[in-house]
Nanobody, 126 residues
Framework: QVQLVESGGGLVQPGGSLRLSCAAS????????MSWYRQAPGKERELVAH????????NYADSVKGRFTISRDNAKNTVYLQMNSLKPEDTAVYYC???????????????????WGQGTQVTVSS
């Protein structure tokens, strides 16, 4: 069973920092790119950061570039989002995403789908 479990969200003051973690299980984590998305109230879900399987390439939304850092530890099956200089507009539910994960049944058939964590709330407010 593929699982993505986010943690590390909470309430922080503007200018503060948080580190989000996403613990993955049920698939070969090191083979897949990972992403962080967020969704603020009344807004569409948006891509925040993306990292390739071997951390060769990292990409960020313009709104967070220079403030957020995505990283991963393949030995721990975990992807992180370090969030610095937080702003009120960063308030959102943050989701971990794994792209096009291939999983196999007990008879060898496979399915391919994206997986999402349950989300973790980040609130930036004074």
């Amino acid at each position: 069973q593929v699982q993505l479990v986010e943690s590390g969200g909470g309430l922080v003051q503007p200018g503060g920092s948080l580190r989000l973690s996403c613990a993955a299980s049920g698939f070969r984590f090191s083979n897949y790119a990972m992403s962080w998305y967020r969704q603020a109230p009344g807004k569409e879900r948006e891509l925040v950061a993306h990292i390739t399987s071997a951390s060769i390439t990292r990409n960020y939304a313009d709104s967070v570039k220079g403030r957020f850092t995505i990283s991963r530890d393949n030995a721990k099956n975990t992807v992180y989002l370090q969030m610095n200089s937080l702003k009120p507009e960063d308030t959102a539910v943050y989701y971990c995403n794994a792209d096009k994960v291939r999983t196999y049944s007990d008879v060898g058939a496979y399915t391919v789908r994206d997986y999402w964590g349950q989300g973790t709330q980040v609130t930036v407010s004074s």
